[in-house]
């Protein structure tokens, strides 16, 4: 891997379990799905008709019945989610789609596979780029869970709803590159968070590449005096290409003395590391 410093000086960021709860009188059990793969990725030429399949797991005791959907959908500048009609945004590709069958039984303790057909334009735009949407499967027959309270009386109180999220992605032929790169790194001072105030650090992660491009984004914080450092979790990051998105770090204002904050952005073997670095005194 390729290292590069890139400095960067202050300035003056598949799938979903929806319950619809009736009344809640304890833990939920006995149902247990999951969908493989939570991403597919289609590549081809113009008219081209390309295939994928989506595998759907019940080691429940009940078969389970999904109904197939397709929406469009785009990240905020923090990486949030919103979803709108098929067909709406510019980024779209849910006009190729096909999906076969369009609702599915899933038996207990049982697979169900479900063909995804890509129909590719005959003529693609001369700005061809990523194009996105989201398969989803939602639950069509619901169940009432079986819960227990203090002395394991079983009781009706949940009615259990599943729904996941496919995301279909569309790459242009001879599109390969991958890149991240940092392009402002701001310290945002005290903010409020909740009730709680924190030392807060905004890092700007922009996409330069020509595909989707993920990658990892970690965080060293060394006191400079003793050596001692501030554990921080990193950061997975997925973007399409030319997307900007906003990662906050959120350090305790009860730090006492002067640090070195590293950020790290690594998104593979093929890139350059990315590393911005700052100096504070708390």
């Known amino acids: 891997m390729k290292m590069a410093f890139n400095i960067v000086k202050p300035l003056s960021l598949c799938f979903f379990v929806l319950f619809n709860i009736i009344t809640l009188c304890g833990s939920v059990s006995g149902q247990s799905v999951s969908v493989s793969p939570s991403r597919i990725f289609f590549s081809g030429n113009a008219g081209q008709e390309l295939t994928e399949q989506v595998t759907l797991n019940n080691s429940g005791s009940v ?90 009386s079983p009781r009706i109180g949940v009615s259990v709803k599943l729904e996941f999220g496919v995301h279909v992605y569309f790459t242009p032929p001879g599109a390969s590159s991958k890149e991240l790169d940092i392009v402002a790194f701001d310290d945002r001072g005290n903010v409020a968070v909740k009730t709680k105030q924190v030392r807060r650090f905004a890092i700007r992660i922009k996409s330069t590449g020509n595909v989707v491009t ?69």
């Not at 469009?72 to 980024?91: F, H, I, M």
């Open 214 to 282: 993920d990658g990892n984004l970690r965080f060293d914080v060394t006191n400079q005096v003793t050596g001692d450092e501030v554990k921080v979790e990193p950061r997975a990051i997925s973007l399409l290409p030319g997307s900007e998105q906003l990662v906050y770090l959120d350090l305790p204002v009860t730090l006492n003395g002067k640090y070195i904050l590293v950020a790290l952005l690594d998104s593979g073997e093929e890139t350059s590391l990315k590393v911005a670095k700052k100096e504070l005194d708390f």
């Open 63 to 152: 078969p389970v019945i999904f109904r197939s959907s397709i929406m469009d959908w785009r990240r905020d500048s923090v990486g949030e989610k919103y979803y709108s009609p098929a067909n709406t945004l510019s980024s779209s590709n849910a006009s190729w789609l096909e999906v076969k069958p369009n609702v599915v039984t899933v038996p207990a303790n049982g697979v169900a596979v479900i063909t995804v057909t890509m129909h590719v334009p005959a003529k693609l735009p001369q700005t061809s780029t990523v194009t996105n949407s989201m398969l989803f499967f939602t639950q069509i027959n619901e169940q009432l869970a079986k819960s227990t309270i203090k002395g394991n």
